[in-house]
């Protein structure tokens, strides 16, 4: 359901961070995605989401092929695919509840359906009690399961998370992990780059490991593999 093949990406600086590189994944799986800084890992995952296009190469994320993709199909794409990043992007003018109900606004104009939904994600995040506090009055491991519930609240297929744990305190990692752990148990795909050797280690899943732009280990149950 994540095709690529043959893929490149050079940005206009001249840097080449993904360079040949091919790979699928199935729909339910998570995988974790590792190497060291500047290997390529985010380029990887953002060109999953559109985020970045590919210099040379195909790519189809479910029924969407994102090198010939029409500019009306993106609002599509970004309902399939959620994304989370290691420093959360909430808006901080907006309550908790309205930072979820946004994203759904966006796609969705049944006032209803989204009210029933905010809480819906909230509650599997464990923050449905504080849904009229601001983005500064939740801690860190709060603000990142804002953030997830955000990107779940359109029911999407993929959820991408690029270093998700990378701003939390070990236990409130854990804490992130059992989230995305359930997410991924009702069906959602996880794509998660990661540089936490003890997570990949213990919560044992898929590992590809990036290295120079390309995938240079894939290996199921896998290791983190690197010094830490
Ligand atoms: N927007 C960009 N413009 C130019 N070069 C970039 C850009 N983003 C990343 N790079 C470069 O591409 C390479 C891969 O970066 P990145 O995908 O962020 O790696 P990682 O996430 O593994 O640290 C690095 O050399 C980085 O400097
Ligand atoms: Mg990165």
């Known amino acids: 359901m994540i095709e690529m093949s043959n893929?490149?990406?050079?940005?206009?600086n001249g840097i080449t961070a993904i360079n040949g590189l091919n790979i699928k994944i199935d729909q339910g799986e998570f995988v974790y995605v590792v190497g060291p800084s500047g290997a390529g890992k985010s380029t990887?995952?953002?060109?999953?989401?559109?985020?970045?296009?590919?210099?040379?190469?195909?790519?189809?994320?479910?029924?969407?092929?994102?090198?010939?993709?029409?500019?009306?199909d993106i609002p599509y794409l970004r309902r399939y695919v959620g994304v989370v990043?290691?420093?959360?992007?909430?808006?901080?003018?907006?309550?908790?509840?309205?930072?979820?109900?946004?994203?759904?606004?966006?796609?969705?104009?049944?006032?209803?359906?989204?009210?029933?939904?905010v809480l819906e994600v909230l509650e599997l995040v464990g923050l449905k009690h504080k849904v009229r506090m601001f983005p500064n009055e939740l801690s860190g491991g709060e603000q990142q399961r804002v953030a997830i519930a955000r990107a779940i609240a359109n029911m999407p297929s993929i959820l991408i998370a690029d270093e998700p744990t990378g701003n939390l305190d070990p236990e409130t990692a854990w804490e992130i992990m059992e989230v995305l752990e359930e997410i991924n148990n009702q069906g959602t795909t996880i794509i998660m780059a990661t540089h936490n050797s003890t997570i990949v280690n213990r919560m044992k899943h898929r590992v590809l490991a990036v290295?120079?732009?390309?995938?240079?280990?894939?290996?199921?149950?896998?290791?983190?593999?690197?010094?830490s």
Do not use: C, H, W
């Not at 990887?44 to 009306?72: A, C, D, H, S, W």
């Not at 290295?211 to 010094?227: H, L, P, S, T």
């Open 7 to 12: 893929v490149y990406k050079k940005y206009s």
């Open 44 to 72: 990887f995952v953002k060109m999953m989401y559109r985020e970045e296009v590919p210099t040379q190469g195909k790519i189809q994320v479910g029924k969407f092929n994102l090198v010939n993709m029409k500019q009306k």
């Open 85 to 117: 990043f290691q420093d959360f992007k909430l808006l901080p003018r907006l309550t908790i509840y309205e930072n979820v109900a946004y994203a759904m606004e966006v796609v969705e104009k049944n006032p209803k359906v989204i009210q029933k939904r």
């Open 211 to 227: 290295e120079n732009g390309r995938i240079v280990r894939d290996q199921a149950e896998g290791e983190y593999g690197y010094e």
